[in-house]
């Protein structure tokens, strides 16, 4: 136990982890695991505690040691810990490459669900070895012997390209910086912006003002900065991030290409036409076209008020602003400026009012209003002096589970906010193992010993991503490969994080939520109805940004042949077809877009928008209800968070909405 990562009795020793205790661990749970491994492909009889749950133990102390790892790298990105990760990755990724195709251990399984009734086996257990029979042919184990080690190598392959993608991204943003001595530079700006630069520029021991493509810096600058330059100068590079305007070894072009022809392969051996196909093999969708469909349709009821929205802000930058032709870095600035002449309110005057500390009170309180739940300040081991670990327990004090929650951007750390599984909930000899996730964002924090202010965007995000916790901490599956979000469709998996953000547009909610930073009064209720008047502003620009992204990610893994065709040809084609603004010919959106090249959403970024569709209607069975809030959050949690991926999403849906999903909701929730 002297190995941190070895040390799986409790939580992780966070506090502990050195980069040099990565190999040792990694290569001994490796070990365990395909010895492990070996000994469920030969086990006599066949069953369920002979096959399974050894396997299941010796696969989940390597997938949370790993993940330990991961997480690390992630959030206190340092060389050492990079190459640690990178270092280990090959062996981990190659045993879970080697189980996915083991052809013992897929003749086991099959025997298994051959013999279920014979064997007594629960609706649970079935569910298990249903998903893990589909995922072997996923894996490629009804491969022949020289295509199986063909899909083995591309398995690692994608797994360094995907890894050297964020890593590129990660280092293109920290790289770029710019130091500003004059003020007037820096006109527009809010004062919070301000003290975080000044504050960032001493630490450098430089004068003046340091800025840089970080969202608490980056975005002030596209929003607020009156010096167009200054704006034109941060758009440019943050678009040309990752791309072969800069340092070569950061170019994420070539790695587009190779992860493309990878992904195609891949498909190809196990018989489908493209990834796409394969992709939505472990999704709600049924086909690529469904996908297409779905998107363009929505397009096609978005355009008309995209070409409103647009249409009056170009007006408007014309005759107020004096800006005679819109530019992208002129978008956000001219955005906010019709904003606050149409609404009367600045996004700077309300993000006054969400200190942090009212923030967090108010999403524990939705909490326990939904699910009775207490959410406490609790105490572990910790990666990073933000970090901070709650714990979230029922009325009778029962532990349901805990959190981390990492809130402030910093350099070498992952930019976006993201929930991710540190531990999930399963049975063990010891009894019931709670669950623990990681909750991780990345707005500014406060200076000058005032709290942190959010914008109401910041706290929608941060209601979102709780969400995505509370999917995971919810369950009451006790069997790992289906508690939780394992084995849920991933386009249902963004429903309980999108249902989570209308409770930011609840006057109680927002009120209790709220409390000026400097004189700790709560929103006024006009300027909240001024927002809420402005709730829809831009829906349109807003929802065809979305689908522009979706489609080009289904089309790129659908229609697209890396050897032949032009990455950024091809969305130019899907802008022709759906957006309104022009993006410029030289900015590298797809070398940037982590998402779908590091992040797991290929051929399935439309879950956005489709998850849009379930949280919107789910959220309207609030609306409907006469019930008591705890009575119809009663029901949300128990037919859709507690269950898993234990029944399809759709069955989930429809034991708590009685019917199929219905899209009128979203059209009425996005002005539409």
């Given at each position: 136990?002297?190995?941190?990562?070895?040390?799986?009795?409790?939580?992780?020793?966070?506090?502990?982890?050195?980069?040099?205790?990565?190999?040792?661990?990694?290569?001994?749970?490796?070990?365990?695991?395909?010895?492990?491994?070996?000994?469920?492909?030969?086990?006599?009889?066949?069953?369920?505690?002979?096959?399974?749950?050894?396997?299941?133990?010796?696969?989940?102390?390597?997938?949370?040691?790993?993940?330990?790892?991961?997480?690390?790298?992630?959030?206190?990105?340092?060389?050492?810990?990079?190459?640690?990760?990178?270092?280990?990755?090959?062996?981990?990724?190659?045993?879970?490459?080697?189980?996915?195709?083991?052809?013992?251990?897929?003749?086991?399984?099959?025997?298994?669900?051959?013999?279920?009734?014979?064997?007594?086996?629960?609706?649970?257990?079935?569910?298990?070895?249903?998903?893990?029979?589909?995922?072997?042919?996923?894996?490629?184990?009804?491969?022949?012997?020289?295509?199986?080690?063909?899909?083995?190598?591309?398995?690692?392959?994608?797994?360094?390209?995907?890894?050297?993608?964020?890593?590129?991204?990660?280092?293109?943003?920290?790289?770029?910086?710019?130091?500003?001595?004059?003020?007037?530079?820096?006109?527009?700006?809010?004062?919070?912006?301000?003290?975080?630069?000044?504050?960032?520029?001493?630490?450098?021991?430089?004068?003046?003002?340091?800025?840089?493509?970080?969202?608490?810096?980056?975005?002030?600058?596209?929003?607020?900065?009156?010096?167009?330059?200054?704006?034109?100068?941060?758009?440019?590079?943050?678009?040309?991030?990752?791309?072969?305007?800069?340092?070569?070894?950061?170019?994420?072009?070539?790695?587009?290409?190779?992860?493309?022809?990878?992904?195609?392969?891949?498909?190809?051996?196990?018989?489908?036409?493209?990834?796409?196909?394969?992709?939505?093999?472990?999704?709600?969708?049924?086909?690529?076209?469904?996908?297409?469909?779905?998107?363009?349709?929505?397009?096609?009821?978005?355009?008309?008020?995209?070409?409103?929205?647009?249409?009056?802000?170009?007006?408007?930058?014309?005759?107020?602003?004096?800006?005679?032709?819109?530019?992208?870095?002129?978008?956000?600035?001219?955005?906010?400026?019709?904003?606050?002449?149409?609404?009367?309110?600045?996004?700077?005057?309300?993000?006054?009012?969400?200190?942090?500390?009212?923030?967090?009170?108010?999403?524990?309180?939705?909490?326990?209003?939904?699910?009775?739940?207490?959410?406490?300040?609790?105490?572990?081991?910790?990666?990073?002096?933000?970090?901070?670990?709650?714990?979230?327990?029922?009325?009778?004090?029962?532990?349901?589970?805990?959190?981390?929650?990492?809130?402030?951007?910093?350099?070498?750390?992952?930019?976006?906010?993201?929930?991710?599984?540190?531990?999930?909930?399963?049975?063990?000899?010891?009894?019931?193992?709670?669950p623990v996730v990681y909750l991780v964002c990345n707005f500014g924090r406060g200076t000058g010993g005032r709290p942190a202010?959010?914008?109401?965007?910041?706290?929608?995000?941060?209601?979102?991503?709780?969400?995505?916790?509370?999917?995971?901490?919810?369950?009451?599956?006790?069997?790992?490969?289906?508690?939780?979000?394992?084995?849920?469709?991933?386009?249902?998996?963004?429903?309980?994080?999108?249902?989570?953000?209308?409770?930011?547009?609840?006057?109680?909610?927002?009120?209790?939520?709220?409390?000026?930073?400097?004189?700790?009064?709560?929103?006024?209720?006009?300027?909240?109805?001024?927002?809420?008047?402005?709730?829809?502003?831009?829906?349109?620009?807003?929802?065809?940004?979305?689908?522009?992204?979706?489609?080009?990610?289904?089309?790129?893994?659908?229609?697209?042949?890396?050897?032949?065709?032009?990455?950024?040809?091809?969305?130019?084609?899907?802008?022709?077809?759906?957006?309104?603004?022009?993006?410029?010919?030289?900015?590298?959106?797809?070398?940037?877009?982590?998402?779908?090249?590091?992040?797991?959403?290929?051929?399935?970024?439309y879950s956005y928008k489709w998850a849009e569709v379930l949280s919107a209607d789910a959220y309207a069975a609030f609306e409907?209800?006469?019930?008591?809030?705890?009575?119809?959050?009663?029901?949300?949690?128990?037919?859709?968070?507690?269950?898993?991926?234990?029944?399809?999403?759709?069955?989930?849906?429809?034991?708590?909405?009685?019917?199929?999903?219905?899209?009128?909701?979203?059209?009425?929730?996005?002005?539409?």
């Open positions: 136990m002297d190995n941190p990562l070895l040390d799986q009795s409790g939580l992780p020793r966070f506090d502990e982890i050195e980069p040099a205790h990565v190999q040792p661990a990694i290569d001994a749970l490796v070990v365990e695991a395909e010895t492990a491994l070996a000994l469920a492909g030969r086990a006599q009889p066949v069953t369920w505690d002979n096959v399974i749950a050894p396997l299941e133990d010796a696969t989940q102390r390597l997938g949370r040691a790993w993940n330990q790892v991961g997480h690390l790298n992630a959030v206190v990105n340092t060389p050492a810990m990079r190459e640690a990760y990178n270092t280990a990755l090959p062996k981990v990724t190659g045993f879970f490459s080697a189980l996915g195709q083991d052809q013992a251990l897929f003749t086991a399984y099959q025997a298994l669900s051959d013999q279920a009734d014979a064997l007594g086996l629960d609706v649970l257990q079935r569910r298990v070895l249903a998903h893990a029979l589909r995922d072997f042919r996923l894996g490629g184990a009804a491969l022949a012997d020289a295509e199986r080690a063909r899909f083995s190598e591309i398995q690692q392959a994608l797994a360094k390209l995907s890894s050297e993608f964020s890593e590129h991204v990660l280092d293109a943003t920290d790289a770029f910086a710019v130091y500003v001595e004059d003020l007037a530079e820096l006109d527009g700006l809010p004062e919070e912006t301000l003290a975080a630069a000044r504050a960032a520029a001493e630490r450098d021991e430089r004068p003046g003002w340091k800025l840089t493509l970080q969202m608490p810096s980056y975005l002030p600058i596209q929003t607020y900065a009156t010096n167009r330059a200054l704006r034109e100068r941060f758009y440019r590079a943050y678009g040309l991030r990752a791309s072969e305007s800069g340092p070569e070894a950061l170019d994420n072009g070539p790695l587009i290409g190779r992860i493309l022809t990878l992904r195609d392969e891949q498909a190809r051996l196990l018989g489908h036409a493209n990834y796409a196909e394969l992709s939505l093999a472990t999704k709600m969708a049924t086909a690529p076209d469904a996908v297409l469909a779905f998107l363009r349709d929505l397009a096609a009821r978005a355009r008309p008020h995209a070409e409103e929205d647009l249409e009056a802000l170009a007006a408007f930058a014309r005759e107020q602003l004096g800006i005679p032709t819109l530019e992208p870095w002129d978008m956000s600035f001219a955005s906010d400026r019709l904003r606050q002449a149409r609404y009367d309110y600045s996004a700077q005057t309300v993000k006054r009012y969400f200190t942090e500390d009212r923030v967090l009170a108010g999403l524990f309180d939705v909490i326990q209003s939904l699910y009775g739940l207490r959410v406490e300040r609790d105490q572990a081991p910790v990666w990073h002096e933000d970090a901070r670990f709650y714990r979230l327990t029922d009325a009778d004090g029962t532990l349901v589970g805990q959190f981390y929650l990492d809130l402030y951007a910093r350099e070498g750390k992952r930019g976006g906010a993201w929930m991710d599984d540190c531990r999930n909930r399963r049975a063990t000899a010891d009894g019931v193992q709670t202010t959010f914008t109401h965007g910041e706290v929608t995000t941060l209601f979102h991503e709780m969400g995505h916790g509370l999917h995971q901490l919810l369950t009451q599956v006790d069997s790992l490969p289906i508690a939780g979000i394992n084995g849920v469709e991933w386009d249902a998996v963004e429903l309980p994080s999108q249902f989570m953000e209308n409770f930011c547009w609840e006057w109680e909610r927002v009120q209790a939520m709220t409390a000026h930073v400097d004189t700790g009064e709560p929103l006024p209720r006009e300027l909240f109805d001024r927002m809420l008047a402005a709730r829809n502003f831009q829906s349109g620009l807003q929802t065809l940004r979305q689908i522009e992204f979706s489609l080009f990610d289904m089309l790129l893994h659908s229609d697209f042949d890396a050897s032949r065709d032009d990455v950024q040809a091809l969305l130019t084609r899907v802008r022709d077809e759906v957006a309104v603004t022009r993006i410029p010919d030289w900015h590298r959106f797809p070398n940037q877009f982590s998402h779908i090249f590091a992040g797991g959403y290929a051929a399935g970024y409907e209800s006469t019930d008591q809030l705890s009575v119809t959050g009663g029901r949300f949690r128990d037919e859709v968070l507690s269950r898993g991926g234990s029944r399809d999403a759709i069955e989930n849906f429809r034991a708590f909405r009685g019917r199929d999903p219905d899209i009128a909701a979203l059209l009425r929730h996005s002005g539409m």
